[in-house]
């Protein structure tokens, strides 16, 4: 694939432009989330005018395979009749009280009877909220103001989180953003992800002044890492000794690795999580929970503040009931494994034929491809043998060559696949994604690698 191949792309594209045109002109940068905003891949965004299953039509009328999901949200696809006819049926009562509902209850007892951790859970409208308000809980009831979190970790965009803040951040090369202010981020203390040493020294020097160390489990938002089992097992133990809680960030992974989320699979059990983009089914619902102890500290049983006008709104209830529900009743998680290595080992494949160098992670249906820089010592006409580094955080994430995934982003559009807009995204698919899509998917990259080596 040439750069001036992206000419012939965008021609199949012009309804697109034209609405990112007009839409900048209204919104900041034209998009409501700078996720969306191509930035790292160069080009415009594509909009979008409907989704169905495993498919998205853009309004071009271009038909795409969905690698992002709504990032996380959509494991079950598209407007999946479940989701479909629970939303539906909460239209036809009412779309928000203010009040108490018994389908909020319904949800609650669903994530409990889900993630192991959760005794008790409060609704929000967000990952960004449920993050906050996990932070402000974990001091409230620890009396401290310390919060230990990792680079290249993402938990919204919190004020005091936002700090070496992977994905959108990573991505527009902002890792700290103006407005933030020196008061706030001096709270947060940073580590390398997978770096037990630092956090054993940190925790000696400064244990006694931690109110939580938050993590992502397993990381989705600067690429896909996986965690070692003996950094996960420190951050267990740390926290412990030294009365610090342990927040597992789930937004991503929550009923996408397994039903009970990634702790399940990892048999580590947090203090607290805080779960989004499934829990809603593909609307706006966040959530957190944990420890009944800590959750009795929120108001009004307890004195933290936390509150939501439309927290647990009848809609959002209703579409992450339904997709639970349906992930209870048929787990599809063996099946996503197995596609998920499907995907893997062809892009593994393919890579190694075309003499691409990257390094591929993989946690069931959350899949990234890093690209490596090709070293001139060690560079072969083949380019197999560079020796591949391991990408255990965000000081080796950052070494991926970005030109090379924008490259690979814009093949894979021009042979209908939409693949996340930055190299430092995790991809998603779905239940609705059949073998056959994901034999067209490998093919597709066979020849975008292929044609880029
Ligand atoms: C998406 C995400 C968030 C933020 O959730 P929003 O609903 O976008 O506010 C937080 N943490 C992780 C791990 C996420 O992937």
Aim: aromatic residues 8%; charged residues 15%; glycine residues 10%.
């Amino acid at each position: 694939m040439k750069w001036t191949q992206l000419d012939h792309i965008a021609q199949r594209r012009t309804k697109s432009q034209l609405a990112f045109k007009h839409a900048e002109q209204l919104i900041p940068g034209g998009v409501n989330s700078p996720a969306r905003a191509f930035g790292a891949v160069g080009g415009t965004p594509i909009f979008f005018a409907a989704a169905s299953g495993a498919h998205l039509t853009d309004i071009d009328g271009n038909v795409y395979l969905d690698y992002i999901g709504s990032w996380g949200p959509m494991i079950l696809g598209h407007r999946h009749p479940r989701v479909v006819a629970a939303i539906t049926a909460a239209l036809e009562c009412g779309t928000s009280y203010g009040a108490p509902t018994e389908a909020e209850s319904v949800l609650a007892e669903l994530i409990i009877g889900a993630v192991p951790s959760i005794e008790k859970v409060r609704m929000v409208s967000s990952g960004t909220e449920a993050a906050m308000s996990a932070v402000r809980l974990a001091r409230g009831f620890t009396g401290r103001d310390k919060i230990v979190k990792f680079a290249g970790n993402y938990h919204g965009h919190v004020d005091s989180l936002l700090v070496a803040a992977g994905s959108s951040a990573a991505t527009l090369g902002v890792p700290n953003s103006p407005g933030i202010t020196a008061g706030t981020a001096q709270d947060t203390i940073v580590l390398e992800y997978n770096e037990t040493e630092q956090l054993e020294a940190l925790f000696k020097e400064k244990g006694s002044t931690i109110a939580a160390l938050l993590m992502e489990p397993v990381v989705g938002t600067m690429g896909l890492v996986v965690p070692e089992d003996e950094f996960l097992q420190a951050a267990r133990r740390l926290t412990q000794a030294h009365g610090a809680l342990l927040v597992f960030d789930e937004v991503m992974t929550g009923f996408r690795l397994s039903y009970g989320g990634a702790q399940q699979i990892l048999k580590v059990t947090p203090d607290l999580t805080t779960l989004g983009k499934i829990v809603g089914g593909g609307l706006p619902l966040g959530a957190y929970g944990g420890r009944a102890d800590v959750m009795n500290y929120v108001l009004p049983v307890g004195k933290v503040f936390q509150a939501g006008t439309l927290s647990g709104n009848p809609l959002a209830v209703a579409a992450g009931t339904a997709t639970l529900l349906e992930l209870r009743d048929h787990p599809p998680y063996e099946q996503l494994e197995r596609r998920g290595g499907l995907l893997e080992q062809g892009f593994r494949a393919a890579a190694s034929r075309a003499g691409v160098p990257v390094w591929i992670a993989r946690k069931g249906s959350m899949m990234t491809m890093f690209f490596q820089k090709q070293s001139p010592s060690t560079h072969t006409p083949s380019g197999t043998d560079q020796t591949i580094v391991p990408v255990r955080g965000w000081k080796t994430a950052s070494q991926s060559d970005t030109d090379r995934y924008a490259r690979f982003f814009w093949g894979m559009i021009d042979r209908a696949c939409y693949m996340p807009c930055s190299q430092y995204e995790s991809l998603f698919f779905s239940m609705a994604h059949s073998d056959s899509d994901i034999q067209a998917t490998i093919k597709a990259a066979e020849d975008v690698l292929t044609g880029m080596a």
